[in-house]
C-alpha cells in the first residue's frame, strides 16, 4: 500500500471495516497502531540494551513492545553479518524503508 501512495503528494484517508466514519481519525489512528507495531522488539530493528526494557502492549497478547528512556535507536549491524538472531539484514532494511515511508505520509497529511 505504502509504494502505490507514498510518492503522492494527497491526503492518504484511512477507513475500517465495520466501522462507521473516515477522516483525521481513523487515519491517525491508523498511523498509531502502525508505529507500535514497528515497535516491537522482534524486529531486529532496535538497540536493546541495560537501559531497554520491555512492556506488554496487549495483556491477552504475548506481543512486547521495546521502551528506552532515551528513545529507540537502530540497532547497529556489523558489516560482515547477513543474518542476526534469525533475522535477515535486508528484511530489517525494507522494514526501516517502510518506516521512514509511513513517518513521511504521517508528516504530509
Known amino acids: 500500500m505504502m ?3 507514498a510518492s503522492h503528494k494527497v491526503v492518504l484517508e484511512v477507513e475500517y471495516d465495520e ?3 473516515t477522516g483525521l481519525g481513523p487515519t491517525l489512528e491508523f498511523y498509531t497502531l502502525v508505529c507500535q507495531e514497528f515497535q516491537k522488539s522482534g524486529l531486529g530493528m532496535w538497540r536493546e540494551d541495560a ?3 520491555t512492556l506488554k502492549t496487549n495483556l491477552q497478547a504475548e506481543e512486547m513492545g521495546t521502551h528506552s ?3 529507540l ?3 547497529p549491524w556489523s558489516s560482515m553479518q547477513d543474518t542476526s538472531g534469525g533475522i535477515q539484514f ?3 532494511t525494507k522494514k526501516i524503508f517502510l ?3 509511513v ?4 508528516l504530509q497529511d
Open 99 to 101: 518506516l521512514g515511508q
Open 19 to 21: 466501522e462507521v466514519g
Open 73 to 75: 535507536f537502530p540497532r
Open 51 to 53: 537501559s531497554s526494557f
Open 90 to 92: 535486508s528484511v530489517v
Open 3 to 5: 509504494d502505490l501512495h
Open 103 to 106: 513517518v513521511t505520509k504521517a
Open 69 to 71: 528512556f532515551c528513545g
